[in-house]
């Protein structure tokens, strides 16, 4: 692990591969930290430049008080990769990680060659669902929403197993301020406009048991990029690369070869 302050706050990043390899650059989701994507890393091709990355107020990055907005998000990212001198990275974000990223290929296309959105959408519920969510968290922490998080996020056969405790413990040990603050973020945010504007290669992936971002919210999503590929993992939630790691991985190692990045 490493640190950087940037926009004024410290921010945690992981790099592993080769540091002169094409850079692909993970983006997580709400209340999940870099470790989201420990399980695909040894799937992938060698020879890549592999970024994780917390984001505000999850894993070891600070985080500030809430409010939140997108385009503070989007804005720290940017920052990490202009530290990193990177360009033309293949961008993978999930779920507010896909938020982030779609607001990243907007605003510095420089930055972003091609981009995969999992389970994600142009916009994200709505301001009063994310309200709810906010007011319970401000009651009861995190531990108020965790069971319906948990359900959103894993299919009913892996919320079986023992490993649902590793995921329920990120998700409780995610500070509440950034928690809240994500919220309020996504709360805030509809990229319809701008996502329907890009041109570039791109990748949807749904989860076909996902009960935040559904699949048909995803295939939308993808309809809005001329040419966007859309991929689902059947028997997989909200977070398919740690249900179906290989499946995933496979997934993104044929998009990086289709668009000439191995």
């Given at each position: 692990?490493?640190?950087?302050?940037?926009?004024?706050?410290?921010?945690?990043?992981?790099?592993?591969?080769?540091?002169?390899?094409?850079?692909?650059?993970?983006?997580?989701?709400?209340?999940?930290?870099?470790?989201?994507?420990?399980?695909?890393?040894?799937?992938?091709?060698?020879?890549?430049?592999?970024?994780?990355?917390?984001?505000?107020?999850?894993?070891?990055?600070?985080?500030?008080?809430?409010?939140?907005?997108?385009?503070?998000?989007?804005?720290?990212?940017?920052?990490?990769?202009?530290?990193?001198?990177?360009?033309?990275?293949?961008?993978?974000?999930?779920?507010?990680?896909?938020?982030?990223?779609?607001?990243?290929?907007?605003?510095?296309?420089?930055?972003?060659?091609?981009?995969?959105?999992?389970?994600?959408?142009?916009?994200?519920?709505?301001?009063?669902?994310?309200?709810?969510?906010?007011?319970?968290?401000?009651?009861?922490?995190?531990?108020?929403?965790?069971?319906?998080?948990?359900?959103?996020?894993?299919?009913?056969?892996?919320?079986?197993?023992?490993?649902?405790?590793?995921?329920?413990?990120?998700?409780?040990?995610?500070?509440?301020?950034?928690?809240?603050?994500?919220?309020?973020?996504?709360?805030?945010?509809?990229?319809?406009?701008?996502?329907?504007?890009?041109?570039?290669?791109?990748?949807?992936?749904?989860?076909?048991?996902?009960?935040?971002?559904?699949?048909?919210?995803?295939?939308?999503?993808?309809?809005?990029?001329?040419?966007?590929?859309?991929?689902?993992i059947r028997g997989a939630g909200h977070l398919p690369c740690v249900e179906a790691p290989a499946a995933y991985a496979d997934l993104l190692t044929d998009f990086l070869r289709q668009v000439g990045h191995t």
């Amino acid at each position: 692990m490493a640190f950087a302050i940037l926009n004024g706050n410290a921010m945690s990043f992981r790099q592993d591969g080769d540091p002169d390899g094409r850079p692909v650059v993970f983006s997580n989701s709400l209340g999940t930290d870099h470790r989201l994507w420990s399980a695909i890393m040894h799937h992938l091709p060698k020879g890549l430049r592999l970024i994780r990355y917390d984001k505000r107020g999850h894993g070891l990055s600070d985080g500030p008080p809430p409010p939140y907005k997108m385009g503070t998000l989007v804005s720290d990212l940017q920052a990490l990769m202009d530290h990193l001198g990177l360009a033309d990275a293949v961008v993978v974000g999930l779920s507010v990680g896909g938020l982030i990223a779609q607001g990243l290929a907007a605003k510095r296309p420089d930055l972003v060659k091609a981009l995969v959105l999992s389970n994600t959408g142009a916009r994200i519920g709505n301001r009063d669902m994310w309200q709810t969510r906010v007011d319970a968290v401000k009651a009861g922490g995190i531990a108020a929403v965790a069971p319906g998080v948990l359900d959103r996020w894993f299919s009913k056969t892996f919320r079986d197993t023992p490993d649902i405790g590793l995921w329920r413990n990120m998700l409780l040990r995610t500070p509440v301020e950034g928690y809240l603050g994500c919220c309020m973020a996504i709360a805030g945010t509809d990229f319809i406009t701008p996502t329907s504007g890009l041109r570039l290669p791109a990748m949807a992936i749904a989860g076909s048991e996902d009960g935040a971002t559904p699949p048909d919210l995803v295939r939308e999503l993808a309809g809005l990029i001329p040419g966007c590929r859309f991929e689902l993992i059947r028997g997989a939630g909200h977070l398919p690369c740690v249900e179906a790691p290989a499946a995933y991985a496979d997934l993104l190692t044929d998009f990086l070869r289709q668009v000439g990045h191995t």
